[in-house]
């Protein structure tokens, strides 16, 4: 368990230190500061937070999917067949990298969660900014560890570094116009 850990941690450090992961952070800030409703709203509840988290992790997902194909392809080449060979091995390597994507995606997007709390916290008391906090880390979750699990299948699937990246561009942005506009449709029937 202990020697598990650290793969993880090692894993988690090389994420974090790739100059071009820290685009994320970058990403999610602009998209929070220039979102329509973070700068218009004189209010502070999940809505809110939803509203503002869904922009930014459909937008941030997409790159963060093709970053995190590459990641996962790093130690994938020919030389290192005969590791693959071992199922412990591919096991545990595969379970490293998923953690270490998935929480190296957490923290580099959680400062756009503080700001929105920071943001909030002159409107609303302790129980209602936890509450806008669950609503981020509700959205935060499951579509993060889709598109980190998208990555890897990816990357099994097609062991070359840019045909897998291609590939799982193409499908988050297939999903995201198959399900934008009829999620769309469906707000505006059930308004009247």
């Not at 130690?75 to 693959?84: A, C, G, K, R």
């Not at 609503?135 to 045909?163: D, E, H, M, N, Q």
């Amino acid at each position: 368990m202990i020697n598990y850990l650290r793969q993880i941690t090692f894993q988690f450090v090389v994420f974090l230190r790739e100059k071009i992961h820290w685009l994320l952070l970058v990403l999610g800030l602009i998209f929070l500061f220039t979102s329509a409703n973070f700068g218009n709203n004189d209010t502070f509840s999940p809505a809110y937070i939803n509203s503002i988290s869904g922009g930014i992790f459909l937008f941030t997902s997409i790159v963060y999917g093709v970053f995190a194909t590459r990641f996962f392809l790093m130690e994938v080449s020919d030389q290192s067949q005969i590791q693959w060979a071992r199922s412990r091995f591919r096991t545990d390597f595969i379970l490293a990298k998923f953690f270490a994507m998935f929480f190296g995606a957490l923290v580099l997007l959680l400062p756009t969660l503080v700001i929105m709390l920071i943001r909030g916290a002159a409107f609303n008391n302790l129980a209602g900014l936890l509450q806008g906090a669950a609503v981020w880390i509700y959205l935060f979750v499951p579509t993060f560890l889709f598109v980190t699990a998208l990555s890897i299948v990816s990357g099994l699937l097609l062991r070359k570094p840019a045909l897998a990246m291609i590939l799982t561009l193409l499908c988050l942005i297939g999903l995201v116009l198959f399900f934008t506009p009829t999620c769309k449709i469906r707000a505006k029937c059930t308004n009247f």
